[in-house]
C-alpha cells in the first residue's frame, strides 16, 4: 500500500485463523485500519460462535489462534462486528443479507444481495475471490470474478465488489490480491502483489498448524 497515495484502508474481516503471526495481523488492522470488519474466523477466535462448524483444520488453527492471541486481544475482536452499513459504501464481511456465513459466489446469489442494499457501492470479502457485481438501473445484471488486475468503473449503478484475499487465495493466483476504491474517479482498482510465499508457508508448519494450510498457499486454492 505504500507509495499508493492511500487516504485510509479497510478490512472485511478474518484478519487471523489460518496464518501464524495472528498478534502482528490482529494488531495492525485494529491499529490502522479506519473501518474494521469482524470475519467468522474472528468470530470464532472470540468465542462469539461455535467452532464446532468449521473444518477440523480449521477447529486446530482456530484454537492455536486463541492461545497466541490471549484475552486482550480475543476481547478487542469480540467487540467488532460483521458489517458496517453506510450511506455511500457499505462493508459485509461475507453478503448484506447474511455478513457471517453467506458466499456470494455467482449471479443469482450477487443478485438477491444488491437487491438488499440501500449503498450505490458495497464490499464483501469471505469468498477469497475478487469479483464485481453492477445491477444496472433497469435491472440487469452483469460481471463476476476478476481474474487479473484491472480497474473497474463504477460510475453507474450498484455493486458489490470483493478485492480477493490477503493470503489464503482461492483461485489459482498465490498473490496477495486487495483493491483501491477511488472514490473521486469513482472506480475500483483490483491489485495482485507477490509476497513471500514460502516463508508464509514455512511460519505455519514451525507453528505444527496443519499442513494442508501451508500447502494450498502456493496454489491459491
Do not use: K
Not at 486487495?178 to 508457508?201: E, K, L, M
Request: net charge negative; with cysteine.
Amino acid at each position: 500500500m505504500r507509495g499508493q497515495n492511500i487516504a485510509e484502508w479497510w478490512s472485511l474481516g478474518d484478519m487471523v485463523g489460518y496464518g501464524a503471526d495472528p498478534v502482528y495481523c490482529a494488531r495492525t488492522c485494529l491499529t490502522h485500519a479506519e473501518r474494521q470488519l469482524a470475519g467468522n474466523h474472528d468470530l470464532a477466535v472470540a468465542a462469539r460462535i461455535d467452532r464446532s462448524v468449521f473444518t477440523a483444520a480449521s477447529q486446530e488453527a482456530l484454537r492455536w489462534t486463541a492461545q497466541q492471541l490471549g484475552p486482550g486481544l480475543r476481547a478487542e475482536i469480540g467487540r467488532l462486528l460483521p458489517s458496517e452499513p453506510g450511506p455511500e459504501v457499505s462493508l459485509f464481511h461475507a453478503s448484506p443479507r447474511d455478513p457471517i456465513w453467506e458466499y456470494v459466489i455467482n449471479d443469482h446469489l450477487a443478485r438477491e444481495n444488491l437487491e438488499r442494499i440501500d449503498s450505490d457501492l458495497a464490499f464483501v470479502g469471505h469468498t477469497h475471490v475478487p469479483s464485481a457485481w453492477r445491477l444496472s438501473p433497469d435491472g440487469e445484471l452483469s460481471g463476476g470474478p476478476i481474474d487479473r488486475p484491472t480497474t473497474v468503473d463504477l460510475r453507474e449503478g450498484r455493486w458489490l465488489v470483493n478485492p480477493g484475499s490477503v493470503g489464503q487465495p482461492r483461485d489459482g493466483d498465490a498473490r496477495a490480491a486487495w483493491a483501491i476504491h477511488d472514490s473521486d474517479a469513482g472506480h475500483v482498482q483490483f491489485i495482485r502483489t507477490p509476497y513471500d510465499v514460502a516463508n508464509a508457508q514455512n511460519a505455519i508448519l514451525n507453528a505444527e498448524l496443519p499442513e494442508s494450510l501451508a500447502n494450498r498457499l502456493s496454489i491459491g486454492r
